[in-house]
């Protein structure tokens, strides 16, 4: 091998007699030719990555050393011919001209042997590379390496069908088709049902692929899955791989996944109610909502089940009642029938309108009674639901139950009585009724003493008053003996009160008495007054108030003269200069007056000289 470094030109003559002389020695050593051999070692198979570099080993040794060698690399061509690639001997090497692969390689002797380097590999340079070894009289031979090439296809793209697909098809159909592209060798595609591989079936699975092979020599592999739907693969998702080999391995990619739009025939309508929540009273309005099972969704109507021919004015498979009524209870039906669905579907639902009637009560309006009498009232309202019964007077509780009894009948028993009636399940389900009860019966006074007896200092003013209730209303009378001065001071009246105030005047001994008096019958009451004389103390203490009196006048005197005259200092400055205005309006006025022989009576009159009113002297002796 050392001598191919010197550089040694011959002409092609040259070359064809040594060519001559070595054959001519090789025929006249037969014998030796026989006994000489040569082995070559080289790869089965190389693989490599499309656009990389292959490097293709031919290792050789010879058993006896041979005085003349040649190798030369050759290609299986397409059409399968050898075309000779290069040659190299002892002297010279070179890359043959004008083939696919000039320019793209090279010879380079190795230990033991020669390597051929092939740049920037193509789809194209898979094919067999032949190694021949001639060593003349040492032997002859050859081998070859299949070189193989890979080029990885793009991520498969899968795509479905986006029209719906009916489970009424008898035959598969495609639902989805996935592409693996631009890829060595032809990659494989295989689909999967969630993650569970597709095997072609009779009348259920049928794959379709179509093979393409561009320009560049890389596979184009589309795949079409054809598949009889059934409704359960609504909610089913669909994907594909694509595995392709590479150098010592085989690799997968998957697809994204999809779902397929699976048309089907309703089998079951559902009908429930969506408002109002809880339970459905008079006046609310009502939805009722209706729903099938098919896809698409078969046109839906309503009816009701008493009714089955009309049909209900529905929206968007919604049914509106407004301001329902008892009316409106009974079963309502929804009906689905379509293209999908050749079979009608019916659903129901049952719709209860809760009532409460206005309440009614007995006796009405208004019930007379007699004092002492008892009476039962009572107070109902229709309803489909349990009620609760209050009764109810002046905004305070007076009974429970549908029935109230009023016994041993007073005046306090008249008034107006409120029933309520309420649904304790739907609180805001409530009627009200009334009665108002009216008590007749004889006047009767406030107080139940019909005698009263009072002793009061005679001359004084005595208030009387007397109170009579009744219906009809009574009507008040006074009849007074003993004293000639007396009058009515007041009288106020309510519906069926009489309130009477009269003011006497004691000179004597006086009975006064109260008549109060109606249709259903009369009372009294009388007041007896004892006239007493005026106690002797009383003067004592008149003339030492009158005393004291006089005394203030005299200081308040004698104080303002000072003032005039100038006694009195006044001022911070220590000057005594002091103005007065002479008012009468100061001036106290006591009048001592007798009122009888045994009785003294002071009336002090007013700063301006106003009596007191008489209603200021006397004694009130109400109750």
Same mark, same amino acid.
């Given at each position: 091998?050392?001598?191919?470094?010197?550089?040694?030109?011959?002409?092609?003559?040259?070359?064809?007699?040594?060519?001559?002389?070595?054959?001519?020695?090789?025929?006249?050593?037969?014998?030796?030719?026989?006994?000489?051999?040569?082995?070559?070692?080289?790869?089965?198979?190389?693989?490599?990555?499309?656009?990389?570099?292959?490097?293709?080993?031919?290792?050789?040794?010879?058993?006896?050393?041979?005085?003349?060698?040649?190798?030369?690399?050759?290609?299986?061509?397409?059409?399968?011919?050898?075309? #000779?690639?290069?040659?190299?001997?002892?002297?010279?090497?070179?890359?043959?001209?004008?083939?696919?692969?000039?320019? #793209?390689?090279?010879?380079?002797?190795?230990?033991?042997?020669?390597?051929?380097?092939?740049?920037?590999?193509?789809?194209?340079?898979?094919?067999?590379?032949?190694?021949?070894?001639?060593?003349?009289?040492?032997?002859?031979?050859?081998?070859?390496?299949?070189?193989?090439?890979?080029?990885?296809?793009?991520?498969?793209?899968?795509?479905?069908?986006?029209?719906?697909?009916?489970?009424?098809?008898?035959?598969?159909?495609?639902?989805?088709?996935?592409?693996?592209?631009?890829?060595?060798?032809?990659?494989?595609?295989?689909?999967?049902?969630?993650?569970?591989?597709?095997?072609?079936?009779?009348?259920?699975?049928?794959?379709?692929?179509?093979?393409?092979?561009?320009?560049?020599?890389?596979?184009?592999?589309?795949? !079409?899955?054809?598949?009889?739907?059934?409704?359960? !693969?609504?909610?089913?998702?669909?994907?594909?791989?694509?595995?392709?080999?590479?150098?010592?391995?085989?690799?997968?990619?998957?697809?994204?996944?999809?779902?397929?739009?699976?048309?089907?025939?309703?089998?079951?309508?559902?009908?429930?109610?969506?408002?109002?929540?809880?339970?459905?009273?008079?006046?609310?309005?009502?939805?009722?909502?209706?729903?099938?099972?098919?896809?698409?969704?078969?046109?839906?109507?309503?009816?009701?089940?008493?009714?089955?021919?009309?049909?209900?004015?529905?929206?968007?498979?919604?049914?509106?009642?407004?301001?329902?009524?008892?009316?409106?209870?009974?079963?309502?039906?929804?009906?689905?029938?379509?293209?999908?669905?050749?079979?009608?579907?019916?659903?129901?639902?049952?719709?209860?309108?809760?009532?409460? /009637?206005?309440?009614?009560?007995?006796?009405? /309006?208004?019930?007379?009674?007699?004092?002492?009498?008892?009476?039962?009232?009572?107070?109902?309202?229709?309803?489909?639901?349990?009620?609760?019964?209050?009764?109810?007077?002046?905004?305070?509780?007076?009974?429970?139950?549908?029935?109230?009894?009023?016994?041993?009948?007073?005046?306090?028993?008249?008034?107006?009585?409120?029933?309520?009636?309420?649904?304790?399940?739907?609180?805001?389900?409530?009627?009200?009724?009334?009665?108002?009860?009216?008590?007749?019966?004889?006047?009767?006074?406030?107080?139940?003493?019909?005698?009263?007896?009072?002793?009061?200092?005679?001359?004084?003013?005595?208030?009387?008053?007397?109170?009579?209730?009744?219906?009809?209303?009574?009507?008040?009378?006074?009849?007074?003996?003993?004293?000639?001065?007396?009058?009515?001071?007041?009288?106020?009246?309510?519906?069926?009160?009489?309130?009477?105030?009269?003011?006497?005047?004691?000179?004597? !001994?006086?009975?006064?008495?109260?008549?109060?008096?109606? !249709?259903?019958?009369?009372?009294?009451?009388?007041?007896?007054?004892?006239?007493?004389?005026?106690?002797?103390?009383?003067?004592?203490?008149?003339?030492?108030?009158?005393?004291?009196?006089?005394?203030?006048?005299?200081?308040?005197?004698?104080?303002?003269?000072?003032?005039?005259?100038?006694?009195?200092?006044?001022?911070?400055?220590?000057?005594?200069?002091?103005?007065?205005?002479?008012?009468?309006?100061?001036?106290?006025?006591?009048?001592?007056?007798?009122?009888?022989?045994?009785?003294?009576?002071?009336?002090?009159?007013?700063?301006?000289?106003?009596?007191?009113?008489?209603?200021?002297?006397?004694?009130?002796?109400?109750?």
């Amino acid at each position: 091998m050392s001598l191919r470094a010197v550089s040694v030109q011959c002409c092609s003559s040259c070359w064809t007699i040594m060519s001559g002389f070595f054959y001519f020695s090789l025929l006249c050593s037969a014998a030796a030719l026989a006994s000489a051999k040569v082995d070559i070692q080289m790869e089965d198979r190389l693989e490599v990555f499309q656009g990389e570099r292959a490097e293709i080993q031919c290792n050789y040794s010879f058993s006896t050393e041979p005085h003349m060698m040649m190798i030369q690399w050759f290609v299986k061509s397409a059409s399968g011919s050898r075309v #000779r690639i290069s040659y190299s001997d002892l002297t010279t090497q070179t890359v043959d001209g004008s083939t696919e692969y000039s320019g #793209r390689i090279n010879v380079s002797a190795g230990a033991g042997g020669e390597v051929l380097t092939i740049r920037s590999v193509r789809i194209a340079d898979e094919r067999e590379f032949f190694c021949e070894v001639n060593g003349m009289a040492a032997g002859s031979g050859e081998e070859k390496t299949h070189l193989a090439v890979f080029e990885p296809p793009e991520g498969p793209l899968i795509e479905g069908v986006h029209s719906g697909i009916s489970v009424s098809r008898e035959l598969p159909t495609k639902v989805a088709s996935c592409e693996a592209r631009n890829g060595f060798p032809k990659p494989n595609i295989t689909w999967y049902r969630n993650q569970v591989p597709l095997r072609p079936t009779q009348g259920q699975v049928n794959i379709v692929t179509l093979v393409t092979r561009t320009s560049s020599d890389l596979y184009t592999v589309q795949s !079409d899955l054809q598949y009889k739907v059934t409704k359960e !693969d609504r909610h089913a998702f669909f994907s594909c791989e694509a595995s392709f080999l590479v150098p010592g391995d085989t690799r997968t990619s998957t697809s994204r996944q999809i779902g397929i739009i699976v048309h089907y025939p309703t089998t079951k309508v559902e009908l429930w109610k969506e408002r109002p929540r809880g339970l459905v009273k008079e006046g609310d309005t009502v939805e009722i909502r209706c729903r099938g099972d098919g896809n698409p969704p078969s046109p839906l109507t309503f009816n009701r089940e008493q009714q089955p021919e009309v049909e209900l004015d529905s929206e968007d498979g919604t049914l509106t009642l407004h301001e329902v009524t008892r009316r409106d209870s009974g079963v309502y039906q929804c009906r689905s029938a379509g293209a999908e669905s050749p079979e009608e579907v019916v659903g129901h639902t049952t719709l209860t309108v809760h009532y409460l /009637d206005a309440a009614i009560v007995v006796p009405r /309006d208004s019930e007379v009674m007699f004092k002492g009498e008892s009476l039962t009232a009572t107070c109902n309202a229709l309803s489909s639901l349990n009620t609760t019964t209050v009764w109810f007077k002046s905004g305070e509780e007076v009974g429970r139950g549908h029935t109230l009894v009023l016994q041993d009948a007073t005046f306090d028993t008249a008034g107006e009585y409120v029933c309520a009636v309420t649904v304790p399940s739907q609180p805001d389900m409530h009627t009200t009724g009334s009665v108002h009860i009216v008590v007749e019966g004889a006047p009767e006074m406030k107080r139940t003493e019909g005698y009263v007896s009072l002793k009061e200092r005679a001359g004084k003013l005595v208030n009387l008053s007397c109170d009579a209730r009744g219906r009809p209303r009574p009507i008040i009378t006074w009849s007074i003996a003993g004293s000639q001065s007396w009058r009515e001071v007041a009288n106020r009246v309510t519906e069926d009160t009489v309130h009477s105030l009269v003011t006497v005047k004691l000179t004597s !001994d006086t009975t006064a008495t109260c008549n109060a008096t109606s !249709d259903m019958g009369s009372e009294t009451r009388s007041y007896a007054i004892e006239a007493t004389p005026p106690s002797d103390g009383s003067g004592v203490v008149i003339v030492v108030i009158i005393t004291c009196l006089l005394l203030l006048a005299v200081l308040g005197s004698v104080l303002y003269f000072l003032h005039k005259k100038g006694k009195m200092a006044c001022g911070r400055s220590g000057k005594q200069q002091i103005t007065a205005e002479k008012s009468n309006r100061d001036e106290i006025v006591v009048e001592m007056k007798p009122e009888s022989k045994t009785e003294d009576v002071v009336l002090l009159k007013g700063v301006n000289g106003e009596q007191r009113p008489p209603n200021e002297q006397y004694m009130d002796l109400r109750n």
